[in-house]
Protein backbone atom coordinates (compact mmCIF):
# COMPACT_ATOMS: atom_id res chain seq x y z
CA UNK A 1 0.00 0.00 0.00
CA UNK A 2 1.46 3.49 -1.06
CA UNK A 3 2.11 5.47 2.21
CA UNK A 4 2.68 9.22 2.78
CA UNK A 5 3.33 11.09 6.02
CA UNK A 6 1.57 13.78 7.80
CA UNK A 7 3.65 16.75 8.71
CA UNK A 8 2.98 19.28 11.58
CA UNK A 9 3.99 22.44 13.02
CA UNK A 10 5.11 21.27 16.31
CA UNK A 11 4.89 17.85 18.36
CA UNK A 12 1.83 18.51 20.29
CA UNK A 13 0.01 18.71 17.32
CA UNK A 14 1.36 15.43 16.26
CA UNK A 15 0.57 14.09 19.55
CA UNK A 16 -3.18 15.27 19.62
CA UNK A 17 -3.58 14.31 15.69
CA UNK A 18 -2.70 10.85 16.61
CA UNK A 19 -5.07 10.69 19.29
CA UNK A 20 -7.55 11.87 16.87
CA UNK A 21 -7.02 9.71 14.44
CA UNK A 22 -6.86 6.23 16.65
CA UNK A 23 -9.90 7.43 18.27
CA UNK A 24 -11.63 7.25 14.74
CA UNK A 25 -9.67 3.92 14.58
CA UNK A 26 -7.37 4.72 11.22
CA UNK A 27 -4.96 2.71 10.99
CA UNK A 28 -1.94 5.05 11.37
CA UNK A 29 1.58 5.22 13.11
CA UNK A 30 3.76 7.87 14.88
CA UNK A 31 7.26 7.77 13.17
CA UNK A 32 10.64 9.54 12.63
CA UNK A 33 10.79 12.39 9.71
CA UNK A 34 12.80 11.67 6.70
CA UNK A 35 16.19 13.50 6.65
CA UNK A 36 14.88 16.03 4.48
CA UNK A 37 12.18 17.54 6.46
CA UNK A 38 13.72 17.08 10.26
CA UNK A 39 14.50 20.25 12.42
CA UNK A 40 15.00 18.93 15.58
CA UNK A 41 12.08 17.49 17.83
CA UNK A 42 10.26 16.17 15.14
CA UNK A 43 7.86 13.35 14.87
CA UNK A 44 5.49 12.68 11.91
CA UNK A 45 2.34 10.28 11.30
CA UNK A 46 2.45 7.61 8.40
CA UNK A 47 -1.15 7.45 6.68
CA UNK A 48 -2.00 5.21 3.82
CA UNK A 49 -2.00 7.44 1.11
CA UNK A 50 -5.18 5.72 -0.21
CA UNK A 51 -7.17 7.19 2.66
CA UNK A 52 -6.03 11.04 2.70
CA UNK A 53 -8.38 13.22 1.81
CA UNK A 54 -10.43 10.54 4.91
CA UNK A 55 -7.92 11.78 6.92
CA UNK A 56 -7.65 15.28 6.24
CA UNK A 57 -11.55 15.55 6.76
CA UNK A 58 -11.16 13.89 10.32
CA UNK A 59 -8.55 16.18 11.84
CA UNK A 60 -10.02 19.64 10.43
CA UNK A 61 -13.57 18.65 12.19
CA UNK A 62 -10.97 18.20 15.10
CA UNK A 63 -8.97 21.46 14.16
CA UNK A 64 -5.47 19.84 13.88
CA UNK A 65 -5.13 19.90 10.42
CA UNK A 66 -1.07 18.61 9.19
CA UNK A 67 0.92 21.30 6.76
CA UNK A 68 1.50 19.07 4.59
CA UNK A 69 1.27 15.45 3.21
CA UNK A 70 4.39 14.48 1.69
CA UNK A 71 4.74 10.66 -0.18
CA UNK A 72 7.37 8.11 1.85
CA UNK A 73 9.62 6.19 -0.74
CA UNK A 74 11.78 5.65 1.73
CA UNK A 75 11.81 3.51 5.25
CA UNK A 76 10.89 6.43 8.07
CA UNK A 77 12.72 6.05 11.45
CA UNK A 78 10.88 4.29 14.44
CA UNK A 79 10.56 4.84 17.36
CA UNK A 80 12.04 2.87 20.04
CA UNK A 81 9.39 0.04 20.96
CA UNK A 82 11.23 -1.71 23.72
CA UNK A 83 10.49 -1.18 27.32
CA UNK A 84 13.16 -2.07 30.43
CA UNK A 85 11.47 -2.99 33.86
CA UNK A 86 13.61 -2.34 36.76
CA UNK A 87 12.50 -4.10 40.59
CA UNK A 88 14.18 -1.75 43.40
CA UNK A 89 11.57 -3.55 46.09
CA UNK A 90 9.21 -0.96 47.33
CA UNK A 91 9.68 0.50 43.98
CA UNK A 92 9.42 -0.20 40.17
CA UNK A 93 10.83 1.34 37.25
CA UNK A 94 9.59 1.60 33.60
CA UNK A 95 12.19 2.90 31.37
CA UNK A 96 10.85 3.69 27.69
CA UNK A 97 13.48 5.34 25.15
CA UNK A 98 15.51 8.05 27.56
CA UNK A 99 12.21 8.61 29.74
CA UNK A 100 12.39 6.45 33.04
CA UNK A 101 9.06 6.64 35.52
CA UNK A 102 9.25 5.28 38.77
CA UNK A 103 6.20 4.50 40.94
CA UNK A 104 6.03 3.65 44.59
CA UNK A 105 4.79 -0.32 44.37
CA UNK A 106 2.19 0.04 47.40
CA UNK A 107 0.28 3.35 46.59
CA UNK A 108 1.10 3.36 42.81
CA UNK A 109 2.18 7.00 43.37
CA UNK A 110 4.54 8.59 40.97
CA UNK A 111 7.78 9.07 43.24
CA UNK A 112 10.37 10.36 40.39
CA UNK A 113 11.06 10.48 36.41
CA UNK A 114 14.22 11.12 35.05
CA UNK A 115 16.14 11.16 31.79
CA UNK A 116 15.38 13.13 28.73
CA UNK A 117 16.50 16.44 27.45
CA UNK A 118 13.76 18.24 25.91
CA UNK A 119 12.06 21.40 27.94
CA UNK A 120 8.96 19.88 29.20
CA UNK A 121 10.33 17.06 31.05
CA UNK A 122 11.13 19.02 34.40
CA UNK A 123 7.15 20.75 33.48
CA UNK A 124 6.30 17.08 33.56
CA UNK A 125 7.70 15.80 36.81
CA UNK A 126 6.32 18.69 38.15
CA UNK A 127 2.68 17.81 37.30
CA UNK A 128 3.00 14.03 37.66
CA UNK A 129 5.75 13.12 40.53
CA UNK A 130 3.64 12.65 43.54
CA UNK A 131 0.24 11.53 42.23
CA UNK A 132 -1.68 8.18 41.85
CA UNK A 133 -0.72 6.52 38.87
CA UNK A 134 -4.44 7.01 37.95
CA UNK A 135 -4.76 10.32 38.67
CA UNK A 136 -1.97 12.39 37.25
CA UNK A 137 -2.31 14.00 34.12
CA UNK A 138 -0.99 11.74 31.47
CA UNK A 139 1.94 12.99 29.05
CA UNK A 140 0.34 12.87 25.94
CA UNK A 141 -2.25 15.54 27.83
CA UNK A 142 0.12 18.01 28.93
CA UNK A 143 3.74 16.88 27.23
CA UNK A 144 4.85 18.83 23.95
CA UNK A 145 8.07 17.11 22.80
CA UNK A 146 9.40 13.68 21.60
CA UNK A 147 10.58 12.84 25.66
CA UNK A 148 7.33 13.71 26.49
CA UNK A 149 5.43 11.27 24.11
CA UNK A 150 8.41 8.81 25.32
CA UNK A 151 7.46 8.82 28.77
CA UNK A 152 3.62 8.60 27.79
CA UNK A 153 4.96 5.31 26.53
CA UNK A 154 6.60 4.45 29.78
CA UNK A 155 3.55 5.59 31.74
CA UNK A 156 1.19 2.99 29.48
CA UNK A 157 3.48 0.42 30.13
CA UNK A 158 3.58 1.44 34.08
CA UNK A 159 -0.55 1.53 34.25
CA UNK A 160 -0.64 -1.95 32.10
CA UNK A 161 1.52 -3.77 34.36
CA UNK A 162 -0.01 -2.02 37.75
CA UNK A 163 -3.52 -0.94 37.44
CA UNK A 164 -6.17 -3.69 36.97
CA UNK B 1 33.42 33.37 35.37
CA UNK B 2 31.42 30.53 33.23
CA UNK B 3 27.52 31.01 31.98
CA UNK B 4 24.92 28.27 31.93
CA UNK B 5 22.19 28.27 29.32
CA UNK B 6 18.83 26.83 29.84
CA UNK B 7 15.00 26.73 30.58
CA UNK B 8 12.54 26.77 33.41
CA UNK B 9 9.35 24.61 33.65
CA UNK B 10 7.47 27.82 33.84
CA UNK B 11 5.75 29.42 30.46
CA UNK B 12 5.44 32.76 32.33
CA UNK B 13 9.52 32.91 33.64
CA UNK B 14 10.84 35.94 31.82
CA UNK B 15 14.02 35.76 29.81
CA UNK B 16 16.61 37.13 32.18
CA UNK B 17 20.39 36.88 32.80
CA UNK B 18 22.93 37.29 35.74
CA UNK B 19 24.45 35.94 38.76
CA UNK B 20 22.76 33.08 40.16
CA UNK B 21 22.24 32.58 44.40
CA UNK B 22 20.36 29.78 46.43
CA UNK B 23 18.10 30.57 49.18
CA UNK B 24 17.39 27.27 50.60
CA UNK B 25 15.67 24.90 48.15
CA UNK B 26 14.92 27.33 45.59
CA UNK B 27 17.66 29.54 43.06
CA UNK B 28 17.37 32.96 42.68
CA UNK B 29 18.63 35.43 39.13
CA UNK B 30 17.72 38.73 38.63
CA UNK B 31 14.92 39.44 41.45
CA UNK B 32 13.01 36.01 40.14
CA UNK B 33 12.99 32.24 41.80
CA UNK B 34 12.84 28.78 40.90
CA UNK B 35 12.47 25.43 42.89
CA UNK B 36 14.77 23.07 42.43
CA UNK B 37 13.81 19.74 41.28
CA UNK B 38 15.94 18.92 37.96
CA UNK B 39 16.42 20.02 34.78
CA UNK B 40 18.43 23.42 34.85
CA UNK B 41 17.88 24.63 38.27
CA UNK B 42 19.02 21.62 38.94
CA UNK B 43 22.46 22.28 37.39
CA UNK B 44 22.69 25.52 38.93
CA UNK B 45 21.95 24.63 42.23
CA UNK B 46 24.64 22.51 42.08
CA UNK B 47 27.37 24.96 40.44
CA UNK B 48 25.94 27.39 43.32
CA UNK B 49 27.25 25.02 46.13
CA UNK B 50 30.19 23.73 44.29
CA UNK B 51 31.11 27.69 44.08
CA UNK B 52 30.48 28.18 47.99
CA UNK B 53 32.46 24.96 48.02
CA UNK B 54 35.77 26.23 46.27
CA UNK B 55 34.64 30.09 47.24
CA UNK B 56 34.75 31.48 43.91
CA UNK B 57 32.43 33.59 41.82
CA UNK B 58 28.83 32.06 41.50
CA UNK B 59 27.72 30.99 38.37
CA UNK B 60 25.73 33.35 35.48
CA UNK B 61 22.93 32.20 34.42
CA UNK B 62 20.64 32.80 30.89
CA UNK B 63 17.08 31.48 31.47
CA UNK B 64 14.12 31.75 29.83
CA UNK B 65 10.62 29.44 30.56
CA UNK B 66 9.85 26.76 28.56
CA UNK B 67 7.18 24.15 29.01
CA UNK B 68 8.38 22.17 25.65
CA UNK B 69 6.57 24.55 23.06
CA UNK B 70 9.95 25.76 22.22
CA UNK B 71 8.74 29.70 22.29
CA UNK B 72 11.08 30.07 25.02
CA UNK B 73 14.47 28.86 23.70
CA UNK B 74 14.17 30.44 20.51
CA UNK B 75 13.67 33.60 22.47
CA UNK B 76 17.05 32.77 24.25
CA UNK B 77 18.63 31.36 21.30
CA UNK B 78 18.08 34.28 19.52
CA UNK B 79 18.97 36.55 22.18
CA UNK B 80 22.00 35.16 22.80
CA UNK B 81 22.94 34.89 18.90
CA UNK B 82 22.59 38.56 19.13
CA UNK B 83 24.77 39.01 22.25
CA UNK B 84 27.63 36.51 21.52
CA UNK B 85 28.26 37.93 18.21
CA UNK B 86 28.22 41.32 19.13
CA UNK B 87 29.80 40.90 22.39
CA UNK B 88 27.82 43.42 24.11
CA UNK B 89 26.31 41.79 26.95
CA UNK B 90 25.25 45.05 28.64
CA UNK B 91 26.01 47.00 31.68
CA UNK B 92 26.76 44.69 34.89
CA UNK B 93 27.73 41.67 32.84
CA UNK B 94 30.53 40.13 33.27
CA UNK B 95 31.87 40.32 29.31
CA UNK B 96 31.83 43.94 29.17
CA UNK B 97 33.02 44.21 32.77
CA UNK B 98 36.31 42.08 32.14
CA UNK B 99 36.32 42.42 28.56
CA UNK B 100 37.47 38.40 28.65
CA UNK B 101 34.15 37.38 28.48
CA UNK B 102 32.83 33.39 29.97
CA UNK B 103 35.39 30.83 30.54
CA UNK B 104 33.00 28.17 30.15
CA UNK B 105 29.39 28.24 28.30
CA UNK B 106 27.04 25.20 29.13
CA UNK B 107 24.25 24.61 27.12
CA UNK B 108 21.49 22.39 28.92
CA UNK B 109 17.40 21.77 28.57
CA UNK B 110 16.77 23.73 25.35
CA UNK B 111 14.39 22.79 22.80
CA UNK B 112 16.59 20.92 20.08
CA UNK B 113 16.26 23.08 17.28
CA UNK B 114 19.78 22.81 14.33
CA UNK B 115 18.33 25.37 12.99
CA UNK B 116 19.24 28.06 15.45
CA UNK B 117 22.00 25.87 17.13
CA UNK B 118 23.92 26.29 14.18
CA UNK B 119 23.67 30.26 14.49
CA UNK B 120 24.35 30.27 18.11
CA UNK B 121 27.62 28.01 16.70
CA UNK B 122 28.44 30.49 14.20
CA UNK B 123 27.95 33.26 16.96
CA UNK B 124 30.64 31.71 19.13
CA UNK B 125 33.06 31.54 16.54
CA UNK B 126 33.24 34.98 16.20
CA UNK B 127 33.77 35.37 19.94
CA UNK B 128 37.47 36.78 20.72
CA UNK B 129 38.19 34.37 23.94
CA UNK B 130 36.36 30.86 22.99
CA UNK B 131 35.00 29.76 26.11
CA UNK B 132 35.16 25.81 26.78
CA UNK B 133 32.06 24.17 25.44
CA UNK B 134 29.90 21.60 27.16
CA UNK B 135 26.55 20.44 25.77
CA UNK B 136 24.08 18.08 27.71
CA UNK B 137 20.36 17.43 27.31
CA UNK B 138 18.46 18.92 24.63
CA UNK B 139 21.15 20.91 23.46
CA UNK B 140 23.39 18.39 23.10
CA UNK B 141 20.97 16.40 20.76
CA UNK B 142 20.93 19.17 18.43
CA UNK B 143 24.79 19.57 18.80
CA UNK B 144 24.73 16.21 17.51
CA UNK B 145 22.18 16.10 14.71
CA UNK B 146 23.70 19.35 13.49
CA UNK B 147 26.91 17.20 12.67
CA UNK B 148 28.98 19.71 14.18
CA UNK B 149 29.49 17.64 17.41
CA UNK B 150 33.25 17.96 17.20
CA UNK B 151 33.27 21.45 17.79
CA UNK B 152 32.82 20.57 21.49
CA UNK B 153 34.64 20.16 24.50
CA UNK B 154 32.47 18.14 26.45
CA UNK B 155 29.34 16.22 26.44
CA UNK B 156 27.76 14.56 29.16
CA UNK B 157 25.08 11.59 28.03
CA UNK B 158 23.98 8.73 30.00
CA UNK B 159 24.46 5.22 28.64
CA UNK B 160 21.36 5.26 26.18
CA UNK B 161 21.91 9.31 25.13
CA UNK B 162 25.17 7.66 24.41
CA UNK B 163 23.70 5.02 22.46
CA UNK B 164 22.38 7.69 20.36
CA UNK B 165 25.14 9.10 19.54
CA UNK B 166 26.76 5.98 18.79
CA UNK B 167 23.53 5.90 15.94
CA UNK B 168 25.19 8.16 13.07
CA UNK B 169 21.15 7.44 11.67
CA UNK B 170 19.29 8.86 15.00
CA UNK B 171 18.03 12.99 14.92
CA UNK B 172 17.30 11.84 18.84
CA UNK B 173 17.37 9.32 21.58
CA UNK B 174 13.79 8.55 20.69
CA UNK B 175 14.71 6.71 17.34
CA UNK B 176 17.98 4.48 18.71
CA UNK B 177 17.97 1.91 16.59
CA UNK B 178 17.75 -1.22 18.69
CA UNK B 179 21.26 -2.86 17.50
CA UNK B 180 22.90 -0.37 19.30
CA UNK B 181 22.22 -1.38 22.54
CA UNK B 182 23.15 0.59 25.65
CA UNK B 183 24.79 -1.85 27.80
CA UNK B 184 27.39 -0.79 30.53
CA UNK B 185 29.53 -3.37 29.60
CA UNK B 186 29.88 -1.57 25.68
CA UNK B 187 30.39 2.15 26.94
CA UNK B 188 33.48 1.92 25.72
CA UNK B 189 32.49 0.42 22.01
CA UNK B 190 29.59 2.89 21.42
CA UNK B 191 32.23 5.85 22.83
CA UNK B 192 34.46 4.57 19.57
CA UNK B 193 31.45 4.20 17.53
CA UNK B 194 30.19 7.96 18.21
CA UNK B 195 33.93 9.59 17.79
CA UNK B 196 34.10 7.85 14.43
CA UNK B 197 31.38 9.02 13.05
CA UNK B 198 32.22 12.38 14.73
CA UNK B 199 29.02 12.35 16.84
CA UNK B 200 31.03 13.21 20.05
CA UNK B 201 32.31 16.18 21.67
CA UNK B 202 36.62 16.15 22.33
CA UNK B 203 35.49 15.07 25.88
CA UNK B 204 32.97 12.86 26.73
CA UNK B 205 31.70 11.49 30.47
CA UNK B 206 29.23 8.94 30.22
CA UNK B 207 27.00 8.88 33.41
CA UNK B 208 25.81 5.38 34.79
CA UNK B 209 26.45 2.88 36.66
CA UNK B 210 30.39 3.44 35.67
CA UNK B 211 31.36 6.47 35.14
CA UNK B 212 33.28 7.00 32.24
CA UNK B 213 35.42 9.82 31.17
CA UNK B 214 37.12 9.86 27.29
CA UNK B 215 39.33 12.18 25.47
CA UNK B 216 38.45 11.04 21.98
CA UNK B 217 37.93 6.79 21.81
CA UNK B 218 40.31 7.30 24.96
CA UNK B 219 39.71 6.31 28.38
CA UNK B 220 41.06 8.59 30.73
CA UNK B 221 39.13 7.86 34.13
CA UNK B 222 36.33 5.26 35.24
CA UNK B 223 34.61 5.69 38.42
CA UNK B 224 32.17 3.02 40.07
CA UNK B 225 32.14 3.97 43.77
CA UNK B 226 30.49 4.46 45.72
CA UNK B 227 27.68 3.17 44.21
CA UNK B 228 23.56 3.92 44.46
CA UNK B 229 21.76 1.93 42.31
CA UNK B 230 18.60 4.27 43.82
CA UNK B 231 20.12 7.04 41.59
CA UNK B 232 19.09 5.51 38.50
CA UNK B 233 15.49 6.51 39.13
CA UNK B 234 15.78 9.96 40.27
CA UNK B 235 15.08 12.66 38.14
CA UNK B 236 18.24 15.38 37.89
CA UNK B 237 21.33 13.49 39.32
CA UNK B 238 22.86 13.89 35.85
CA UNK B 239 22.20 17.58 35.70
CA UNK B 240 24.22 17.91 39.16
CA UNK B 241 27.30 16.10 37.38
CA UNK B 242 27.05 18.85 35.12
CA UNK B 243 26.94 21.77 37.02
CA UNK B 244 29.76 20.71 39.04
CA UNK B 245 31.61 19.50 35.87
CA UNK B 246 31.19 23.54 34.77
CA UNK B 247 31.48 24.55 37.97
CA UNK B 248 35.37 22.83 37.96
CA UNK B 249 36.11 23.83 34.55
CA UNK B 250 35.81 27.29 35.20
CA UNK B 251 38.32 26.96 37.83
CA UNK B 252 41.09 26.29 34.95
CA UNK B 253 41.11 22.83 35.40
CA UNK B 254 41.39 20.47 32.19
CA UNK B 255 38.00 18.62 31.24
CA UNK B 256 39.25 15.40 31.71
CA UNK B 257 40.86 16.14 35.67
CA UNK B 258 37.21 18.09 36.37
CA UNK B 259 35.18 15.44 34.69
CA UNK B 260 36.59 12.66 37.12
CA UNK B 261 36.65 14.47 40.38
CA UNK B 262 32.84 15.84 39.50
CA UNK B 263 31.79 11.99 39.02
CA UNK B 264 33.30 11.10 42.60
CA UNK B 265 31.42 14.12 44.11
CA UNK B 266 28.30 13.32 42.53
CA UNK B 267 28.82 9.79 43.56
CA UNK B 268 29.40 10.90 47.09
CA UNK B 269 26.69 13.43 47.24
CA UNK B 270 24.60 10.34 46.53
CA UNK B 271 25.83 8.44 48.88
CA UNK B 272 25.66 11.12 51.70
CA UNK B 273 22.30 11.33 50.43
CA UNK B 274 20.95 7.59 51.71
CA UNK B 275 19.06 7.93 48.43
CA UNK B 276 15.82 5.81 47.55
CA UNK B 277 14.36 6.26 44.08
CA UNK B 278 11.65 8.48 45.82
CA UNK B 279 14.92 10.92 46.84
CA UNK B 280 14.70 14.24 45.10
CA UNK B 281 17.66 15.64 43.95
CA UNK B 282 17.83 18.79 46.25
CA UNK B 283 18.82 16.22 49.08
CA UNK B 284 21.86 15.06 47.15
CA UNK B 285 22.49 18.67 46.23
CA UNK B 286 23.29 19.82 49.70
CA UNK B 287 25.66 17.09 50.15
CA UNK B 288 27.78 18.62 47.52
CA UNK B 289 30.17 20.16 50.30
CA UNK B 290 30.60 17.63 52.22
CA UNK B 291 31.04 14.91 49.10
CA UNK B 292 33.49 17.85 48.02
CA UNK B 293 36.01 17.25 51.23
CA UNK B 294 36.07 13.69 51.32
CA UNK B 295 36.90 13.50 47.48
CA UNK B 296 39.74 16.14 48.18
CA UNK B 297 41.03 14.44 51.38
CA UNK B 298 41.43 10.81 49.46
CA UNK B 299 42.92 12.77 46.19
CA UNK B 300 46.55 12.79 45.08
CA UNK B 301 47.15 16.28 45.54
CA UNK B 302 49.60 16.54 42.14
CA UNK B 303 46.33 15.96 40.40
CA UNK B 304 43.85 18.42 41.46
CA UNK B 305 45.92 20.64 43.40
CA UNK B 306 44.44 24.28 41.85
CA UNK B 307 44.24 27.29 44.29
CA UNK B 308 40.26 26.99 44.76
CA UNK B 309 40.21 23.47 45.54
CA UNK B 310 42.71 24.35 48.38
CA UNK B 311 40.36 26.58 49.61
CA UNK B 312 37.89 22.89 50.29
CA UNK B 313 37.18 22.80 54.00
CA UNK B 314 38.62 18.70 54.42
CA UNK B 315 37.50 19.22 57.91
CA UNK B 316 33.85 18.77 57.22
CA UNK B 317 32.03 16.65 59.72
CA UNK B 318 33.02 13.17 58.67
CA UNK B 319 29.78 11.64 60.42
Known sequence: MERGILVFDNTSEVIRAESVLTSAGWPIKVMGPPPEIRSGCDLVIEIPLMEELNILRTLEKAGVSPMETVPVSSPLLQPVDLFQIKDFGDYRMVRAANMKLTIHKKTLTIVNISGGGCPDVPYLAEAMVGKKLDQAPSP????????????????????????? | MFAVVGTVPDEDFPLVSGTVSMDDTRICIQGHSVSVNRGTPALLAAAVKTCETLNIDPPFGYLVGDIGKGTGSRRLYET???????????????????????????????????????????????????????ADAGFMYAAKMSGFAAEYDLFTPDAGELAFL???????????????????????????????????????????????????????????????????????????????????IGTGLSVTKAATLAAKVNRWAGHYARPTPATQVIEIIGQIPRAFARVIRESEIGDIWTTPLHRVDTKFPRT
Open chain 2, 80 to 134: LAEQLASFDFGPGDPQSETGTGFNVLAFHYLQPDVDWHNRILMAMEKMRNRPVLI
Open chain 1, 140 to 164: RQIGHTLCGYALQLAYEEMKRQCLP
Open chain 2, 166 to 248: ADEAAPHPFYTRGFILHEENRIPELIARACEHENAARCLLVKGKTDYVAKGKQIHATIDSPLEGAMEAMGGTGDTLVGIVTAL
